[in-house]
Protein backbone atom coordinates (compact mmCIF):
# COMPACT_ATOMS: atom_id res chain seq x y z
CA UNK A 1 0.00 0.00 0.00
CA UNK A 2 1.40 3.33 -0.93
CA UNK A 3 1.68 6.00 2.22
CA UNK A 4 3.16 9.76 1.80
CA UNK A 5 4.96 11.19 5.00
CA UNK A 6 5.28 14.65 5.39
CA UNK A 7 7.93 14.78 7.98
CA UNK A 8 7.67 18.81 9.22
CA UNK A 9 4.76 19.03 11.28
CA UNK A 10 5.12 22.36 11.55
CA UNK A 11 7.63 25.15 9.71
CA UNK A 12 8.33 29.02 9.57
CA UNK A 13 9.57 31.66 7.11
CA UNK A 14 9.91 35.26 7.21
CA UNK A 15 8.37 37.17 5.03
CA UNK A 16 9.93 37.46 1.39
CA UNK A 17 12.14 34.76 2.09
CA UNK A 18 11.93 30.91 0.77
CA UNK A 19 11.12 27.59 2.76
CA UNK A 20 10.69 24.18 1.25
CA UNK A 21 8.22 21.70 2.59
CA UNK A 22 9.51 18.04 2.72
CA UNK A 23 7.45 15.24 1.56
CA UNK A 24 8.62 11.34 0.88
CA UNK A 25 6.14 8.51 -0.20
CA UNK A 26 6.46 5.00 -0.63
CA UNK A 27 5.50 2.91 -3.57
CA UNK A 28 6.12 0.10 -5.79
CA UNK A 29 3.93 1.61 -8.85
CA UNK A 30 5.98 3.58 -11.63
CA UNK A 31 3.16 5.50 -12.59
CA UNK A 32 1.39 8.02 -10.69
CA UNK A 33 0.58 11.82 -9.95
CA UNK A 34 1.48 14.42 -7.02
CA UNK A 35 0.38 16.95 -5.17
CA UNK A 36 0.28 19.70 -2.89
CA UNK A 37 -2.60 21.08 -1.57
CA UNK A 38 -2.79 23.97 0.83
CA UNK A 39 -5.50 24.58 3.53
CA UNK A 40 -5.59 27.75 4.97
CA UNK A 41 -7.14 28.59 7.85
CA UNK A 42 -10.69 29.33 6.02
CA UNK A 43 -10.87 25.86 5.71
CA UNK A 44 -10.85 25.46 1.60
CA UNK A 45 -8.69 23.22 0.57
CA UNK A 46 -7.12 24.48 -2.63
CA UNK A 47 -4.31 22.48 -5.35
CA UNK A 48 -1.35 24.57 -5.45
CA UNK A 49 0.53 21.95 -7.82
CA UNK A 50 0.95 19.00 -8.96
CA UNK A 51 3.54 16.66 -10.71
CA UNK A 52 3.25 13.25 -12.96
CA UNK A 53 5.13 10.58 -12.41
CA UNK A 54 6.50 10.06 -15.98
CA UNK A 55 7.48 14.10 -16.41
CA UNK A 56 11.21 14.81 -15.25
CA UNK A 57 10.49 18.01 -15.64
CA UNK A 58 9.87 19.51 -12.11
CA UNK A 59 6.59 21.75 -11.85
CA UNK A 60 6.26 25.12 -11.55
CA UNK A 61 3.51 27.93 -10.73
CA UNK A 62 4.55 30.98 -9.90
CA UNK A 63 6.25 31.09 -7.00
CA UNK A 64 5.65 27.33 -6.09
CA UNK A 65 8.07 24.83 -7.27
CA UNK A 66 8.44 21.41 -6.71
CA UNK A 67 11.82 19.07 -6.07
CA UNK A 68 10.91 15.71 -7.71
CA UNK A 69 13.41 12.74 -6.98
CA UNK A 70 11.38 9.98 -8.19
CA UNK A 71 14.31 7.26 -7.39
CA UNK A 72 14.31 8.73 -3.90
CA UNK A 73 10.32 9.38 -3.87
CA UNK A 74 10.79 12.58 -2.94
CA UNK A 75 8.59 15.15 -3.70
CA UNK A 76 9.43 18.68 -1.87
CA UNK A 77 7.49 22.20 -2.24
CA UNK A 78 9.51 25.33 -2.42
CA UNK A 79 7.73 28.65 -1.89
CA UNK A 80 9.71 31.44 -2.72
CA UNK A 81 9.46 35.23 -1.74
CA UNK A 82 7.04 34.05 0.80
CA UNK A 83 3.97 35.70 1.57
CA UNK A 84 1.81 36.38 4.56
CA UNK A 85 -1.27 34.46 2.32
CA UNK A 86 1.06 31.54 2.47
CA UNK A 87 0.27 30.74 6.03
CA UNK A 88 -1.70 27.63 5.69
CA UNK A 89 -1.44 23.91 6.40
CA UNK A 90 -0.01 22.24 3.51
CA UNK A 91 -0.58 18.73 2.32
CA UNK A 92 1.18 16.22 0.17
CA UNK A 93 -1.04 13.70 -1.69
CA UNK A 94 -0.14 10.31 -3.91
CA UNK A 95 -2.74 8.90 -6.53
CA UNK A 96 -2.09 6.34 -8.67
CA UNK A 97 -2.24 6.18 -12.05
CA UNK A 98 -3.73 2.46 -12.88
CA UNK A 99 -6.54 1.93 -14.57
CA UNK A 100 -9.52 -0.03 -12.46
CA UNK A 101 -11.33 0.03 -9.84
CA UNK A 102 -10.40 2.06 -6.84
CA UNK A 103 -6.87 2.45 -7.77
CA UNK A 104 -7.15 6.17 -9.39
CA UNK A 105 -9.83 7.30 -7.57
CA UNK A 106 -8.32 7.66 -4.31
CA UNK A 107 -5.77 10.45 -2.73
CA UNK A 108 -3.46 9.16 -0.09
CA UNK A 109 -2.52 11.81 2.05
CA UNK A 110 0.17 13.47 4.50
CA UNK A 111 -0.47 14.43 7.77
CA UNK A 112 0.23 18.11 6.45
CA UNK A 113 3.00 21.06 7.76
CA UNK A 114 1.35 23.97 9.04
CA UNK A 115 3.58 27.12 8.09
CA UNK A 116 3.76 30.28 9.41
CA UNK A 117 4.73 32.94 7.63
CA UNK A 118 6.64 35.63 10.03
CA UNK A 119 6.56 39.65 8.92
CA UNK B 1 -13.98 30.23 -5.46
CA UNK B 2 -13.68 26.79 -6.63
CA UNK B 3 -17.05 25.59 -7.50
CA UNK B 4 -17.98 23.74 -4.92
CA UNK B 5 -20.02 24.64 -2.13
CA UNK B 6 -20.59 23.31 1.44
CA UNK B 7 -23.45 23.84 4.23
CA UNK B 8 -24.07 24.29 6.89
CA UNK B 9 -20.44 25.48 7.70
CA UNK B 10 -20.71 24.16 11.58
CA UNK B 11 -23.07 22.06 12.73
CA UNK B 12 -23.63 20.81 16.35
CA UNK B 13 -25.83 18.04 17.13
CA UNK B 14 -27.03 15.78 20.05
CA UNK B 15 -26.48 11.93 19.64
CA UNK B 16 -29.75 11.51 18.98
CA UNK B 17 -30.44 14.24 16.18
CA UNK B 18 -30.63 13.63 12.42
CA UNK B 19 -28.97 15.95 10.30
CA UNK B 20 -27.32 16.26 6.73
CA UNK B 21 -24.46 18.06 5.23
CA UNK B 22 -25.27 19.15 1.31
CA UNK B 23 -22.56 19.53 -0.83
CA UNK B 24 -23.09 21.31 -4.32
CA UNK B 25 -20.41 21.60 -7.46
CA UNK B 26 -21.12 24.03 -10.02
CA UNK B 27 -17.96 22.72 -12.31
CA UNK B 28 -19.42 20.33 -14.76
CA UNK B 29 -17.88 17.68 -12.69
CA UNK B 30 -18.92 14.01 -12.57
CA UNK B 31 -17.76 12.59 -9.47
CA UNK B 32 -17.91 13.47 -5.89
CA UNK B 33 -16.31 12.49 -2.60
CA UNK B 34 -17.04 12.83 1.31
CA UNK B 35 -13.75 13.05 3.43
CA UNK B 36 -13.59 13.10 7.18
CA UNK B 37 -10.62 15.58 8.30
CA UNK B 38 -9.54 14.55 11.79
CA UNK B 39 -6.98 16.31 14.19
CA UNK B 40 -3.56 14.85 13.96
CA UNK B 41 -5.03 12.34 10.99
CA UNK B 42 -4.70 12.23 7.42
CA UNK B 43 -7.73 12.64 5.57
CA UNK B 44 -9.95 9.78 5.39
CA UNK B 45 -11.73 8.92 2.65
CA UNK B 46 -15.55 7.77 3.19
CA UNK B 47 -17.54 7.96 0.19
CA UNK B 48 -17.11 8.33 -4.01
CA UNK B 49 -19.71 8.14 -5.95
CA UNK B 50 -19.01 8.51 -9.56
CA UNK B 51 -21.99 9.40 -12.54
CA UNK B 52 -24.28 8.78 -9.36
CA UNK B 53 -23.16 5.92 -8.30
CA UNK B 54 -21.85 4.68 -5.22
CA UNK B 55 -18.16 3.10 -5.64
CA UNK B 56 -16.33 3.36 -2.86
CA UNK B 57 -17.66 3.03 0.67
CA UNK B 58 -14.67 2.40 2.73
CA UNK B 59 -15.88 0.48 5.66
CA UNK B 60 -17.87 3.56 7.12
CA UNK B 61 -20.79 3.55 9.78
CA UNK B 62 -23.73 3.19 8.77
CA UNK B 63 -24.46 5.86 10.85
CA UNK B 64 -23.55 7.92 8.27
CA UNK B 65 -25.82 7.54 4.80
CA UNK B 66 -24.85 9.35 1.68
CA UNK B 67 -27.35 10.39 -1.14
CA UNK B 68 -25.87 11.38 -4.70
CA UNK B 69 -29.65 12.47 -6.43
CA UNK B 70 -27.84 13.95 -9.16
CA UNK B 71 -23.84 14.74 -10.46
CA UNK B 72 -24.11 18.34 -8.88
CA UNK B 73 -25.34 17.51 -5.40
CA UNK B 74 -23.94 15.49 -2.52
CA UNK B 75 -25.88 14.85 1.00
CA UNK B 76 -24.43 12.87 3.81
CA UNK B 77 -27.25 12.00 6.25
CA UNK B 78 -26.37 11.83 9.63
CA UNK B 79 -27.82 9.72 12.60
CA UNK B 80 -27.53 8.93 16.05
CA UNK B 81 -23.44 9.84 15.93
CA UNK B 82 -20.64 9.85 18.31
CA UNK B 83 -18.83 12.20 19.80
CA UNK B 84 -15.94 10.97 18.21
CA UNK B 85 -17.49 11.23 15.02
CA UNK B 86 -17.04 15.18 15.39
CA UNK B 87 -14.85 16.69 12.37
CA UNK B 88 -14.29 18.78 9.83
CA UNK B 89 -16.48 16.92 6.71
CA UNK B 90 -14.56 17.97 3.03
CA UNK B 91 -16.59 17.37 -0.45
CA UNK B 92 -15.07 17.39 -3.61
CA UNK B 93 -15.41 16.85 -6.81
CA UNK B 94 -13.67 15.71 -9.87
CA UNK B 95 -13.78 14.66 -13.40
CA UNK B 96 -14.47 10.94 -13.71
CA UNK B 97 -11.65 8.90 -13.87
CA UNK B 98 -11.15 7.76 -17.29
CA UNK B 99 -8.59 6.45 -19.49
CA UNK B 100 -7.92 9.48 -21.43
CA UNK B 101 -7.91 12.17 -18.24
CA UNK B 102 -4.38 13.32 -17.16
CA UNK B 103 -6.33 15.99 -14.39
CA UNK B 104 -6.74 13.80 -11.64
CA UNK B 105 -6.66 16.62 -8.76
CA UNK B 106 -10.07 17.00 -6.50
CA UNK B 107 -11.73 20.14 -5.94
CA UNK B 108 -12.97 20.33 -2.59
CA UNK B 109 -15.53 22.77 -1.01
CA UNK B 110 -15.01 24.85 2.53
CA UNK B 111 -16.05 22.05 4.67
CA UNK B 112 -18.63 21.51 7.60
CA UNK B 113 -17.33 21.65 10.86
CA UNK B 114 -19.00 18.84 12.91
CA UNK B 115 -19.42 18.95 16.44
CA UNK B 116 -21.26 15.82 18.32
CA UNK B 117 -22.28 16.29 21.89
Known amino acids: AQTVTQSQPEMSVQEAETVTLSCTYD???????LFWYKQPPSRQMILVIR????KQQNATENRFSVNFQKAAKSFSLKISDSQLGDAAMYFC????????????????WGLGTSLAVNP | ETGVTQTPRHLVMGMTNKKSLKCEQH?????MYWYKQSAKKPLELMFV???????ENNSVPSRFSPECPNSSHLFLHLHTLQPEDSALYLC????????????????FGPGTRLTVT
Open chain 2, 92 to 107: ASGPRCSAGGLNYEQY
Open chain 2, 27 to 31: LGHNA
Open chain 2, 49 to 55: YSLEERV
Open chain 1, 27 to 33: TSESDYY
Open chain 1, 51 to 54: QEAY
Open chain 1, 93 to 108: AYRSALIGAGNNRKLI
